[in-house]
């Protein structure tokens, strides 16, 4: 399937220019220097305006590793939920991940990465939405206005992961000069600047539902209204819940996605940008760049299937002997036998290799992410590091989603139970379940939980939930000491947001930590 590939050259980093956003099928983009001339005179050309564009895409794929930390989103957003333990070599590796597991993280074991890269892909949105504006009359209006809607677009999504995991953090839609400050927001602060922009931007009409599978992986007018939808219910923000919920219905009327027939299949390449693809995260095997002492940004796979997976295997299941895994993210029990013997998501999502022998790492329940679990076929093309790019992309919004958020957002608006049971009972039918009768909030967030497991989703349903009447699974009850000895702290509303690095905060005096 062709995709769009956003790659970064290592010595590009400093300018903020990137690959050309050009189709290919697993192709990989050459880059060339500019010519030297100033910048107004060298972004006057679509091609030119395209680089800009792709650098402010690059920072999407940077986060699971840049060179200084592991920071996977998903396992950023697993290891604090109740569905994987850390996993490791023992509970000092990576030392940031099981600290928030266990609700006891600091400055100096936060996720400090995430805010650098983040805040580039800002940066980087910033300059294209400028260098669009210069081109206005210059070059087609239908192109200068989808560059602009595009980068506005990342440029709210980038400051939706910042606000979800630290809630007050600087905010600023012009780049900043001279001292490169901002004014620290709060997360209402936040919330309240974002949402007016990404309503405009749906709005205006720019962006096409669905792009062509020549042109995956730019962001498009769904994956704006899901990005809506996602922050206004993590908000708990009842006034727009009706205008979410007219996205949703939105999305499912167009008839553009629709549930893939096979939950298993979604998850194999030939799954990628499949017609329930939403939105993903593109990673690339062939001709990767990603290497031990080469640029952590620079193009290519992802080293999430080694970060999830069994230490020292020897061969089988479709992964070869020869192949390392690093024990992080092991599947707790309780989340697999959350599944009922034939629900068909349970072999999907969890990969059982209770009967093989490997070489066993911390909290190992020989259980692991089935979802992104590493596969030989999947890192064949690697010219480098094998076990840093694995080409399996990282799904961010789903079809299914769609349906269980606008299932959801009926029950919160008063709307036809009827209907929202309907919804739910498209993604059972998919899962081999037989259907329900009158479902409740509560059977919403289970529903999510078992088609999302591993999806980075669950912790942040469990914190929205302390908003949500009638919802008993939420982070309060959930994410409480467990039995093993390995959780001894409790999730509190003061854990809602994880500590600023301290780096930041000696960087600049004004910023004021999370009470953490």
Request: net charge negative.
């Given at each position: 399937m062709?995709?769009?590939?956003?790659?970064?050259?290592?010595?590009?980093?400093?300018?903020?220019?990137?690959?050309?956003?050009?189709?290919?099928?697993?192709?990989?983009?050459?880059?060339?220097?500019?010519?030297?001339?100033?910048?107004?005179?060298?972004?006057?050309?679509?091609?030119?305006?395209?680089?800009?564009?792709?650098?402010?895409?690059?920072?999407?794929?940077?986060?699971?590793?840049?060179?200084?930390?592991?920071?996977?989103?998903?396992?950023?957003?697993?290891?604090?939920?109740?569905?994987?333990?850390?996993?490791?070599?023992?509970?000092?590796?990576?030392?940031?991940?099981?600290?928030?597991?266990?609700?006891e993280?600091?400055?100096?074991?936060?996720?400090?990465?995430?805010?650098?890269?983040?805040?580039?892909?800002?940066?980087?949105?910033?300059?294209?939405?400028?260098?669009?504006?210069?081109?206005?009359?210059?070059?087609p209006?239908?192109?200068?206005?989808?560059?602009?809607?595009?980068?506005?677009?990342?440029r709210?999504?980038?400051?939706?992961?910042?606000?979800?995991?630290?809630?007050?953090?600087?905010?600023?839609?012009?780049?900043?000069?001279?001292?490169y400050?901002?004014?620290?927001?709060?997360?209402?602060?936040?919330?309240?600047?974002?949402?007016?922009?990404?309503?405009?931007?749906?709005?205006?009409?720019?962006?096409?539902?669905?792009?062509?599978?020549?042109e995956?992986g730019?962001?498009?007018?769904?994956?704006?209204?899901?990005?809506y939808?996602?922050?206004?219910?993590?908000?708990?923000?009842?006034?727009r819940y009706?205008?979410?919920?007219?996205?949703m219905?939105?999305?499912?009327?167009?008839?553009?996605?629709?549930?893939?027939?096979?939950?298993?299949?979604?998850?194999?390449?030939?799954?990628?940008?499949?017609e329930?693809?939403?939105?993903?995260?593109?990673?690339?095997?062939?001709?990767?760049?990603?290497?031990?002492?080469?640029?952590?940004?620079?193009?290519?796979?992802?080293v999430?299937?080694t970060?999830?997976?069994?230490?020292?295997?020897?061969?089988?299941?479709?992964?070869?002997?020869?192949n390392?895994?690093?024990g992080?993210?092991?599947?707790?029990?309780?989340?697999y036998?959350?599944?009922?013997?034939?629900?068909k998501?349970?072999?999907?999502?969890?990969?059982d290799?209770?009967?093989?022998?490997?070489?066993e790492?911390?909290?190992?329940?020989?259980?692991?992410?089935?979802?992104?679990?590493?596969q030989?076929?999947?890192?064949?093309?690697?010219?480098?590091?094998?076990?840093?790019?694995?080409?399996?992309?990282?799904?961010?919004?789903r079809?299914?989603?769609?349906?269980?958020?606008?299932?959801?957002?009926l029950?919160?608006?008063?709307?036809?139970?009827?209907?929202?049971?309907?919804?739910?009972?498209?993604?059972?039918?998919?899962a081999?379940?037989a259907?329900?009768?009158g479902?409740?909030?509560?059977?919403?967030?289970t529903?999510?939980?078992?088609?999302?497991?591993g999806?980075?989703?669950r912790?942040?349903?469990?914190?929205?939930?302390?908003?949500?009447?009638?919802?008993?699974?939420?982070?309060?009850?959930?994410?409480?000491p467990?039995?093993?000895?390995y959780?001894?702290?409790?999730?509190?509303?003061?854990?809602?947001?994880?500590?600023?690095?301290?780096?930041?905060?000696?960087?600049?005096?004004s910023?004021?930590?999370?009470?953490?």
């Amino acid at each position: 399937m062709n995709k769009i590939y956003h790659f970064l050259s290592a010595g590009f980093v400093c300018c903020g220019i990137a690959a050309s956003l050009t189709s290919c099928s697993k192709d990989f983009l050459e880059v060339k220097n500019p010519t030297g001339e100033p910048l107004e005179e060298y972004y006057t050309t679509r091609e030119t305006l395209e680089e800009a564009l792709t650098s402010a895409y690059a920072p999407l794929h940077w986060p699971d590793w840049d060179g200084t930390a592991y920071n996977d989103l998903t396992v950023d957003g697993e290891i604090m939920g109740d569905d994987f333990w850390v996993g490791g070599s023992d509970n000092t590796d990576n030392q940031h991940w099981h600290r928030l597991f266990n609700f006891e993280a600091d400055g100096n074991n936060t996720l400090a990465t995430l805010w650098g890269d983040f805040y580039s892909g800002i940066k980087r949105c910033n300059d294209a939405i400028k260098y669009a504006g210069w081109n206005e009359g210059k070059l087609p209006d239908n192109f200068i206005k989808g560059m602009d809607a595009q980068a506005r677009l990342l440029r709210v999504y980038y400051y939706n992961i910042l606000w979800h995991y630290y809630g007050n953090v600087p905010f600023y839609l012009e780049n900043l000069t001279m001292p490169y400050t901002a004014p620290q927001l709060t997360a209402d602060e936040i919330y309240g600047k974002l949402m007016p922009e990404l309503e405009d931007i749906i709005a205006a009409g720019v962006l096409p539902m669905r792009w062509s599978n020549a042109e995956a992986g730019r962001v498009s007018q769904a994956f704006a209204m899901m990005l809506y939808a996602e922050m206004v219910m993590y908000q708990n923000d009842s006034a727009r819940y009706p205008q979410a919920l007219a996205y949703m219905k939105q999305i499912i009327a167009d008839g553009s996605y629709k549930l893939n027939p096979s939950f298993d299949d979604l998850w194999d390449e030939s799954g990628e940008w499949c017609e329930e693809s939403i939105f993903e995260i593109n990673y690339n095997d062939d001709q990767a760049q990603r290497d031990w002492g080469a640029a952590a940004i620079n193009a290519g796979g992802t080293v999430f299937p080694t970060l999830c997976s069994p230490n020292s295997w020897k061969g089988g299941d479709g992964w070869d002997t020869g192949n390392d895994g690093w024990g992080f993210l092991p599947m707790r029990l309780e989340a697999y036998n959350m599944y009922a013997d034939n629900d068909k998501r349970r072999n999907a999502t969890c990969w059982d290799v209770r009967g093989y022998t490997y070489t066993e790492r911390y909290q190992d329940t020989h259980i692991w992410h089935g979802k992104y679990r590493p596969q030989s076929k999947n890192n064949q093309d690697c010219p480098t590091s094998k076990n840093l790019n694995y080409n399996n992309n990282k799904r961010i919004y789903r079809y299914a989603e769609t349906l269980l958020n606008a299932a959801e957002l009926l029950l919160q608006t008063g709307g036809s139970v009827a209907e929202a049971t309907g919804y739910v009972n498209e993604v059972r039918a998919r899962a081999g379940l037989a259907a329900l009768n009158g479902v409740t909030i509560d059977d919403i967030l289970t529903e999510r939980h078992l088609e999302f497991c591993g999806e980075g989703k669950r912790y942040f349903d469990l914190v929205r939930a302390e908003g949500i009447s009638g919802a008993t699974q939420k982070a309060s009850t959930v994410l409480v000491p467990d039995t093993y000895g390995y959780r001894t702290n409790s999730w509190t509303p003061s854990k809602k947001y994880i500590p600023l690095a301290q780096s930041e905060l000696d960087a600049d005096p004004s910023l004021k930590p999370n009470n953490y």
